[in-house]
C-alpha cells in the first residue's frame, strides 16, 4: 500500500515516526513548510515534496482544523482512501471523490518530546468495513489502544481531552506566573504535580480530590482570593465553585 502523509507540523511528524519505527512504508510526505519537510525527510529518510503529491491509496492528512477541508481538495486520486487526524472533525469535511476516513490519536504532540506511541490511544472511522479494517489494522500496528469511534463519540472524547490537557496546562501556566513572581523556582512543585498526575492511575480523580475548597476552608479562600487579581482570580473562582458544587458544599 503507497502511503502520504501531509502535513509539517507536529502530528505529521510523529505519526511519520511511528510509521516508521513499525517499518511501515511511506511514499512521501507532503506539505508547504519545506524548512520543516526537510528536517522530517533528513531524519526519517522519507521523499518529500511542497509541489507535487504522489498518487497513493491512502493519504494521511495532518494539518490544522481550520485547513483540512482546504488541503483535501488538493487530492484529485479517485477512489483512494483519505483520513483526516482531527479529533473534532467529521470525516466529511474531506472534500473529494474519494473514500472519506478518520484516523485520530489521542495525544498532545512536540516535535522535541519522544514518545510511546504503544500508549496512543487511535480513534478511527470510516464509510465501510474494509477502510475500517485497513485502518484499524495501521494503527493495531503502532498501538495497544484502538477502537473504533464514530464522529459523535469522537467529539466528547476531543472535548474531554481539552479539559485533561489544554486547561490543566494552563493552570501550570497561570501557576508558574506566581512562583515567578515571587521568586520561587516551579521546578519545586514538579514532584506535586507527579504525585497528583500519579494518583489518578490507582484512585477515580474525583475521590483524590484535596484542597481548601474541598475542605470548605473559607478562611483560606479568602486569603488566596486577597493575592490574586485580574483573570488568576477569575480562574480561582471559577474552579474552587467548580468544585464545592461536585461536592455539593
Known amino acids: 500500500m503507497q502511503i502520504v502523509i501531509i502535513g509539517s507540523g507536529n502530528v505529521s511528524y510523529h505519526i511519520a515516526k511511528a510509521f516508521t ?10 506539505g508547504r513548510n519545506e524548512r520543516e519537510l526537510s528536517k ?3 531524519e526519517l529518510n522519507i521523499p518529500y515534496s ?8 491512502l493519504y494521511i492528512i495532518c494539518v490544522s482544523d481550520n485547513s483540512v477541508e482546504e488541503v483535501s481538495k488538493s487530492i484529485t486520486k479517485k477512489g483512494c482512501l ?3 487526524t482531527s479529533g473534532s ?13 478518520s484516523f485520530y490519536p489521542l495525544q498532545t504532540f512536540s516535535k522535541s518530546k519522544d514518545l510511546e506511541y504503544e500508549k496512543i490511544p487511535f480513534f478511527v472511522e470510516a464509510e465501510n468495513e474494509g477502510d475500517r479494517k485497513i485502518l484499524i489494522g495501521l494503527a493495531s500496528q503502532i498501538s495497544e489502544k484502538v477502537m473504533e469511534s464514530s464522529h459523535e463519540k469522537r467529539k466528547y472524547i476531543h472535548l474531554t481531552a481539552v479539559f485533561a490537557c489544554n486547561f490543566v496546562n494552563h493552570l501550570f501556566s497561570r501557576a508558574k506566573e ?3 513572581s515571587q521568586d520561587i523556582p516551579f521546578d519545586y512543585f514538579l514532584p506535586l504535580i507527579d504525585e497528583t498526575v500519579q494518583k489518578i492511575y490507582e484512585i477515580e480523580p474525583k475521590q483524590a480530590q484535596t484542597g ?10 479568602q486569603l488566596h482570593e486577597q493575592l490574586l487579581k485580574d483573570e ?16 455539593e458544599l
Open 21 to 30: 519505527l513499525k517499518s511501515i512504508p511511506l511514499a512521501q510526505i507532503f
Open 212 to 221: 481548601p475548597a474541598v475542605r470548605n476552608d473559607v478562611r483560606i479562600l
Open 40 to 42: 522530517i525527510s533528513e
Open 89 to 101: 472533525l467529521p470525516k466529511e469535511a474531506l472534500s473529494g471523490e474519494y473514500r472519506k476516513a
Open 232 to 247: 488568576s482570580l477569575e480562574i480561582y473562582k471559577t474552579m474552587n465553585h467548580s468544585i464545592q458544587e461536585m461536592y
Open 82 to 84: 483519505v483520513a483526516h
Open 178 to 180: 506566581i512562583s515567578d
Open 50 to 57: 511542497t509541489e507535487h503529491l504522489k498518487e497513493a491509496d
